[in-house]
């Protein structure tokens, strides 16, 4: 067994220590659900712990341990687990939403829809509403598809835009073929090979690939703040060129803000690059903790006025049982509504803590004397950040990008996503790649503890890894 295996033996048998209730209802799962579960990020190794319930930052779990978390909802509670002014507003009785869902159009929807496109505030943008980032990524492919009638798809090497046929390549990295293979089984050879693959934040490859192949790809999806990809801010210029060559190609630049869309500013991050795609889909947070996403854009595309495909063979974004659900609206109107009206002390108070967090898990590591380096800083446009991510570098490199962070030849992916995981659980601190996404909720005593639990992985790292 060597020196990993053994510290993960260590941790794990602390864990189990720590979660047998847990265990026990894992098991339990195990025995009536594919691996125990619904979601992979979930579903950790030795097994996860079973939530009882969350507040603010913590979380808690059947055995009566907490946790700070940074996983938050998957992102999408950037106020914390079950903020007051939510919970408030939607114990509060109200004819249209107070009830199940009924399956009609309501009020609740279109004050949420005029809010969303005020905050965006481009010129002839329109929005729908599905239930997932899934499917509003898939649509705004099928539309972009449509609307221009190419097939070819453009997307980022490590870019996740959610298990869609049409984006389920490229994401992983694979030590032979970096960025291009299929991720999963089960999608037409068809399809994938549709779906070209370029470097964020490359202009060079963009370029290249885009004067090659431009006049067959149908759209350039991309997060303007990269996300599982590495938490990593698009440079001004890149974004100002891939809205550039698309315009000029009439390529439609899809941002995808799932994760981005309010978490820097009450509306996309695209807004303070000043740069306006084609089309934008929104998820995470916009639903107040519910299942709420968006594609919005330009109403020629959505509507389909100038589409080159006949009316017949139009984009079906016509369905959802639970699209617009009222409750679901509701809250989502409450959370944008409360961003937009604490925006100047929220985004600071994010921002802020994220410089703090970054730069002393950074420190406690290098006292120890190993190297991390923290992602998720913002740059000269987009000021600060809430989000972060370990690295943990086997080779110095210049600048952190998908291809460096996810190489295990370059990047010890293990150390990251199960050691330090699992040191951290320990410790009562809940991460997911290393880190997460810092909540409104997060005060500094948080910030805090949750460095001394860093501070207390660095130290058992060096004892069993690095000494
Ligand atoms: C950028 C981005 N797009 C799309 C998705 C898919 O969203 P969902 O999990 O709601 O289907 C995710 C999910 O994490 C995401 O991060």
């Not at 097994?47 to 978390?69: K, L, Q, R, T, W």
């Not at 290249?208 to 997060?223: D, H, N, T």
């Amino acid at each position: 067994m060597d020196r990993t295996e053994k510290l993960l033996h260590l941790l794990e048998a602390k864990y189990r220590k720590k979660t047998r209730k847990s265990f026990a209802f894992y098991r339990q799962a195990q025995k009536v659900m594919v691996k125990g579960g619904s979601h992979s990020l979930r579903l950790w190794r030795p097994y996860p712990f079973i939530m009882s319930e969350a507040h603010g930052p913590y979380v808690y779990d059947v055995d009566g341990n907490s946790y700070i978390d940074y996983w938050q909802g998957h992102y999408a509670n950037i106020l914390g687990h079950n903020p007051k002014v939510l919970k408030k507003e939607l114990n509060r009785f109200d004819p249209e939403c107070g009830s199940l869902h009924t399956g009609f159009e309501g009020e609740s929807q279109i004050r949420l829809a005029e809010l969303l496109m005020k905050q965006i505030g481009h010129k002839d943008y329109k929005v729908r509403f599905t239930t997932s980032g899934t499917l509003a990524t898939m649509y705004a492919v099928m539309l972009a598809q449509a609307y221009t009638g190419r097939e070819l798809i453009l997307k980022i090497g490590g870019g996740w835009h959610g298990a869609s046929p049409y984006l389920l390549k490229g994401v992983k990295f694979d030590k032979e073929k970096g960025f291009t293979q299929a991720e999963s089984a089960g999608v037409p050879d068809e399809i994938l090979r549709n779906i070209l693959i370029t470097r964020f934040n490359d202009p060079e490859d963009l370029i290249k690939i885009i004067s090659k192949k431009g006049e067959r790809i149908a759209c350039f999806i991309l997060e303007p703040f990269l996300g599982v990809g590495g938490f990593l801010a698009a440079s001004k210029e890149y974004l100002a060129l891939a809205r550039s060559l698309t315009a000029k190609l009439g390529i439609v630049l899809i941002f995808d803000e799932i994760i981005s869309g309010f978490r820097f500013c009450p509306s996309g991050v695209h807004k303070l690059y000043g740069i306006e795609p084609d089309l934008a889909t929104f998820g995470k947070l916009i639903g107040g903790g519910h299942a709420v996403s968006a594609v919005a854009g330009r109403t020629e595309i959505l509507d389909g006025t100038k589409h080159k495909t006949p009316l017949k063979a139009r984009v079906l974004f016509e369905g959802g049982t639970f699209s617009a659900h009222p409750q679901y609206m509701r809250a989502g109107y409450s959370m944008l509504k409360y961003l937009v009206e604490h925006s100047s002390v929220v985004y600071p108070k994010l921002g802020r803590s994220g410089d703090i967090l970054r730069k002393k898990i950074e420190d406690v590591f290098k006292r120890e004397g190993i190297d991390a380096v923290c992602t998720g800083r913002g740059n000269e446009v987009v000021r600060g950040s809430s989000l972060y991510m370990v690295n943990f570098p086997l080779k110095k490199v210049a600048t952190p990008s998908a291809d460096n962070i996810w190489n295990p030849a370059l990047s010890d992916i293990p150390l990251r996503e199960e050691l330090l995981k699992l040191a951290l659980l320990t410790e009562g601190v809940h991460v997911v790649h290393g880190g997460g996404a810092i909540s409104a909720a997060h005060k500094d005593s948080h910030l805090e503890e949750t460095v001394a639990a860093y501070a207390a992985a660095a130290r058992l790292f060096k004892k069993h890894l690095f000494s």
